[in-house]
């Protein structure tokens, strides 16, 4: 059954079209990894189906329900957490207390304070910490810990890579199967393309807000994801 | 012993700045808004204490107790109906929208209960006093007003720091973007912590009224006061607001003690050498509350 599908969405930013008539469904537990260049209109994607964007047409179904004038905070209360773009951890609030405003209007699940530190071992000697403290790649783990905290359906990841450092990369990409042995459905965006393929089951390259190429990574090429993304064949699929 | 008298005074009447300023602290901390209205608020809790008192039966505590609540309402209505809305627009529309707030409630009170100046009845609370030596004795009256603050001051404290909704509050504060993804919804939020401010507030008004006569119009001074208690003190730090009303307090009465002209003038010029020198307050924020 799928959790979520997208029927003709379109998003804009003032003049520009971010998301372009884009249809998509994803099936209960599995990982979808969204690619493309920047202004491909990922984060905009990402940010409409969390609610902080309101879409100008088409709609989001998410479990059944038509959620496409849903309010952000009901999506987040309801199972969708987006872990956004540049963190966004509450600064004047220690990481403990971070983790535990992600709880503020939970799910039941596995997901607590000590799932959390489990994940992320380091969270636990640190957690009085205020978060400012935090290096970049702490800091994005922190962030995707407070997203769980809700015990998300979807977890969707903006650009988790984004700034950091490639060893750091690597130690957040180790706790995705983690993640996803919850059963926990994550669609996540990314630059960093070769992160994206190891992680996800089905791969979605946009340019310009469309979907150019989609598959199992398995299926496809390098020559055919390089050509998509920088929309180098023209041939929309 | 006079001078010493100043003192015990001056620190006893900084509680009372310190319950009118929390408020203000709050809701500039959370929202960034700027309460223009914030005295009058108070001065309208002690209007609706008075009537409340002329035609029921209840006496001052059992006022106290029908008005808290009721500014705990009004003010969730207030930020929900018109400052949430005005935050949209831009934080000058919050200070427009308080100020006209401001102006309403003053003009209202003139014309419902004219400029006549009036004072809530305590009975013989109002001049009862405990005697500590020959010249020291404090009123019965401003020991339970710092009383009071202090409660407040640290069962706020305790809501921000220890509850799910004060925590999501400080959240909030920090990004509202961010929380809204944590399930929070900013309007509601904010609700709350205008609904605090107003009984906080209100209960402030009262307590003012219990000691000393109020009449439409003081409002602003009411609010100048807090707003120097809460700069004294430091922005976001709620023990920076007790100090702060304390050293306010403080500087009144020795000014007073000096001089009665210098009352208000010492108060303002310590608010200024604050601004001047500290402006980050005398206590620096560790988070925004």
């Known amino acids: 059954m799928n959790l979520l599908s997208l029927a003709d969405l379109t998003v804009r930013h003032g003049q520009l079209t971010a998301v372009n008539a884009l249809s998509l469904d994803l099936a209960e537990g599995s990982t979808l990894a969204v690619i493309g260049a920047n202004g491909a209109g990922k984060t905009t994607l990402l940010r409409a189906i969390a609610g902080t964007l309101p879409p100008a047409t088409g709609t989001i179904t998410f479990d059944g329900h038509d959620i496409t004038r849903t309010p952000a905070h009901r999506r987040a209360a309801n199972g969708i957490r987006l872990v956004p773009e540049g963190r966004r951890l509450f600064a004047s609030l220690t990481v403990e207390e971070n983790l535990l405003a992600g709880a503020y209007r939970r799910r039941s699940g596995p997901w607590n304070v000590g799932a959390v530190v489990e994940l992320f071992p380091w969270i636990g000697e640190r957690r009085r910490q205020s978060a400012r403290l935090l290096s970049g790649g702490e800091q994005q783990a922190a962030a995707i810990g407070r ?7 979807l977890l969707l990841l ?22 996803l042995a919850t059963g926990t459905t994550v669609l996540l965006v990314e630059q960093d393309v070769s992160q994206a393929l190891r992680v996800a089951d089905r791969v979605l390259c946009l340019l310009e807000g469309r979907t150019v190429l989609t598959g199992a990574p398995a ?8 050509k998509a ?9 | 012993m006079i001078w010493v008298n100043a003192i015990v005074q001056g620190l006893l009447l900084g509680g009372l700045y310190a319950l009118f300023a929390c408020g203000l602290s709050l809701m500039f901390g959370v929202m960034r808004i700027v309460n223009l209205a914030h005295g009058d608020i108070a001065v309208l809790a002690a209007f609706l204490a008075y009537s409340t008192i002329s035609f029921t039966r209840v006496g001052v505590l059992g006022a106290t107790l029908i008005v808290l609540p009721v500014f705990a309402v009004f003010g969730y209505l207030v930020q929900s109906g018109m400052l949430s809305p005005a ?18 409630i003053q003009n209202a009170l003139q014309q419902g209960y004219s400029a006549d100046t009036r004072a809530l009845n305590v009975g013989s ?6 005697h500590i030596s020959g010249q020291i004795s404090v009123a019965y009256l401003s020991l339970i007003t710092f009383g009071l603050a202090v409660v407040v001051l640290v069962a706020l404290q305790l809501f921000l720091s220890r509850s799910s909704t004060g925590r999501i509050m400080r959240a909030t504060a920090d990004d509202p973007e961010a929380a809204t993804l944590s399930g929070a919804n900013a309007r509601h939020v904010y609700g709350i912590a205008t609904a605090i401010a107003f009984a906080t507030v209100a209960l402030a008004g009262l307590m003012f009224a219990m000691q000393s006569s109020f009449s439409p119009s003081i409002g602003p001074t009411r609010l100048l006061f807090a707003f120097e208690a809460v700069v004294i003190g430091g922005l976001g730090s709620l023990w920076g607001t007790l100090v702060g009303g304390m050293v306010l307090g403080l500087a009144q009465t020795l000014g007073a003690q000096y001089n ?7 108060g303002h010029i310590i608010f200024l050498a604050v601004l001047a020198f ?4 005398l206590i620096a924020a560790r988070r925004t509350a």
């Open chain 2, 260 to 266: 009665p002209a210098f009352t208000l003038l010492a």
């Open chain 1, 229 to 237: 993304y920088f929309g180098l064949s023209g041939s929309h699929t």
């Open chain 2, 87 to 104: 935050l949209k627009v831009g934080p000058l529309s919050t200070l427009l929208a308080t100020f006209g707030l401001s102006i309403v």
């Open chain 1, 219 to 226: 299926e496809l090429t390098t020559a055919q994801i390089e």
């Open chain 2, 125 to 130: 609370l109002v001049s009862a006093s405990l």
């Open chain 1, 147 to 153: 997203a769980l905290m809700g015990n998300p359906r």
């Open chain 2, 278 to 281: 500290r402006p980050q307050g």
């Open chain 1, 158 to 179: 903006d650009e988790i890579s984004l700034g950091l450092s490639p060893v750091a990369v690597q130690q957040l990409y180790q706790a995705m199967p983690n993640i």
